[in-house]
């Protein structure tokens, strides 16, 4: 969405810039990625994390300004999904005729990886999980010079995988989590495979987060009514909060 009701907290798909280890890591595709700023274009070599190809995961990557330089090399990293590999679930989207062009048309070189577990990325040391997502979603732990961030979107904090989950982030320095939807709105979207804001304020407590930012909020929201759940969010904890388009944290 966008418009002055959304200027706030942002209308753009899930993309997240993490700069740890002494580089700089992209987390997810969406329309949020057309805006990285020109430090990171001018890298030679990036890595993108998927955590999964559905597509407002995965819609800014045709747009972003990155798969036009010349030279540079994107490695992007996803676990293969419904039979395929990473490459051709960024095919399906990105190719004739929902796209005019193909990955192998950008000047950019792109390099696609299948997700480990665990991997080195220079001195970031990632691990996934699966998360509980219709079709599969990774949830992604970062870990560099004493430093930790989770990355725990689209996914349903059901009482079943939380244990495993409050595991995974424990005493990460900062959590993003799922909070798309309301406690209202829940009963009826169970299955969806997102959560509530308050099942993620939950799941930072549990893991012992030092800061939470709600992440993936449903493209209705306007910014009073988010204004209003952040408001009671850092009631209960000032560390916690919906996390803002362009916030910059510092670990």
Not at 44 to 59: V, Y
Not at 119 to 147: D, F, I, Q, T
Not at 160 to 174: N, Y
Request: glycine residues 10%; proline residues 6%; contains cysteine.
């Amino acid at each position: 969405m966008c418009g002055g009701d959304f200027a706030r907290y942002g209308g753009l798909t899930t993309c997240a810039l993490v700069h740890m280890g002494g580089q700089f890591i992209v987390l997810d595709a969406g329309t949020g990625i057309m805006k990285l700023p020109n430090e990171v274009l001018a890298q030679k070599e990036l890595p993108l994390l998927l955590t999964h190809a559905h597509a407002d995961h995965l819609l800014g990557l045709p747009m972003c300004a990155y798969v036009m330089v010349r030279g540079a090399r994107l490695d992007i990293y996803g676990a293969p999904r419904d039979g395929l590999s990473p490459r051709r679930q960024v095919e399906r989207l990105v190719s004739p005729p929902l796209w005019p062009i193909t990955p192998d048309d950008f000047l950019t070189e792109l390099c696609f990886h299948d997700m480990p577990e665990s991997m080195e990325l220079g001195a970031v040391r990632v691990r996934s999980m699966e998360g509980n997502h219709p079709g599969g979603a990774s949830l992604l732990r970062l870990e560099a010079g004493g430093k930790c961030l989770v990355f725990a979107t689209d996914c349903t904090f059901s009482d079943e995988l939380r244990p495993k989950l409050a595991e995974f982030a424990h005493g990460c320095d900062l959590l993003l989590a799922d909070g798309q939807y309301n406690d209202e709105e829940w009963p009826t979207r169970k299955t969806f495979g997102h959560s509530t804001w308050r099942m993620a304020a939950e799941l930072a407590r549990e893991c012992g987060a030092k800061r939470l930012r709600v992440v993936h909020h449903d493209p209705q929201r306007t910014d009073a009514m988010l204004a209003a759940w952040d408001k009671t969010l850092q009631e209960q904890d000032p560390a916690y909060a919906f996390a803002r388009e362009g916030e910059t944290i510092e670990l």
